[in-house]
């Protein structure tokens, strides 16, 4: 399943999201991804989490993001969570490519069973209708 932490820059997503990884690690029986658009955050991760920072990557639309996510999927069969910190940025998605794109790592999600997390830097209300159900926590 696809999940949302939505709020403005600058609210706490982030340091949200890293608590919720770090947590994560003491009951995962699987691995974990984080994905990010620095390595920043790489000393604030445990080292049982592979930080990947996206923008290493030639990524440059929806499709190829997609495309890099059933890479990381297809080459883990013990992946168990992946964690998306600036989803939209690291996407290189505008707002109306929004749905499709969750809709695609929602099936990507519940054909592997690997859970998905998404920081996204939107307000819920400003969220289209469809992603409103994703939404995890707000901030």
Known sequence: ???IIAG???????????????SAVAHATGNIVYLDKSQ??????????RLINVT???????????GFICGIVSQDYDLQEMYLDSFLTIANLND???????????V??????????????RNEADLPEPVKARVLISL
Do not use: C
């Open 108 to 121: 990507i999600s519940e054909k592997y069973a690997v859970r998905i997390v998404l920081s996204v830097s």
């Open 40 to 49: 920043k955050h790489m000393h604030e991760l445990t080292n049982r989490v």
């Open 1 to 3: 399943m696809v999940e």
């Open 96 to 106: 109306d490519q929004m749905v499709h794109v969750i809709e695609k790592l929602n």
């Open 8 to 22: 403005e820059k600058g609210k706490g997503k982030t340091k949200y999201l890293l608590d919720m990884v770090n």
């Open 56 to 66: 290493e990557y030639p990524i440059t639309n929806m499709d190829e993001f997609i």
